[in-house]
């Protein structure tokens, strides 16, 4: 058995130890991708918005002001929507990575318990979306733990998974 064969197994194991929590954690995983994607659809939109409200032929309109002034709030929620992934989601996904990592039971039931307010915030946002549904199947939690030591390095350098994913598919998303 090779080390991520063995490393898989324990966290098997650990996951089956605690259901309860390993099933809080996908739910987790639902709302946080969920609201990734969502958040980055809604930036290209508003870009889209905003380059084709500097197209119009007649800025001085007066529905041209209430389209400027609607376009302003809808930017002004975006950066709320971006501050909370940045500022905290990221933040307590790491935590709760670094709990599972460390089979720290009582840091990781912690970190997903904070997920309910959390998961609450990210529910205002994109009223008109359908929110995330319970999977059958996925990737697990523990994926991405399966990393040598030359990977991990590369991810601290880079500034860690989720950092590191959303510039990988901001840059996709230029191409």
Do not use: C
């Amino acid at each position: 058995m090779n080390e991520i064969e063995k490393r898989a197994a324990e966290q098997t194991e650990y996951n089956e130890s605690l259901p309860d929590l390993y099933q809080m954690q996908l739910e987790w995983q639902r709302w946080r991708t969920w609201f990734y994607g969502e958040m980055r659809h809604e930036s290209k939109r508003l870009v889209q918005h905003r380059r084709a409200m500097d197209l119009a032929p007649h800025p001085e309109s007066p529905t041209y002001a209430n389209h400027e002034r609607h376009l302003t709030d809808e930017m002004d929620e975006q950066d709320n929507a971006e501050y909370l992934y940045n500022e905290i989601v990221v933040p307590l996904d790491t935590r709760i990575k670094t709990a599972r990592i460390e089979k720290n039971t009582e840091a990781l039931t912690a970190a997903l318990m904070e997920t309910i307010p959390v998961i609450s915030d990210m529910e205002k946002f994109f009223q008109n979306v359908a929110r995330p549904e319970k999977q059958t199947g996925g990737t697990a939690p523990n994926t991405s733990l399966y990393l040598t030591d030359d990977q991990k390095q590369w991810l601290r350098d880079n500034g860690g998974i989720q950092p590191t994913i959303k510039r990988l598919i901001d840059e996709a998303m230029k191409e």
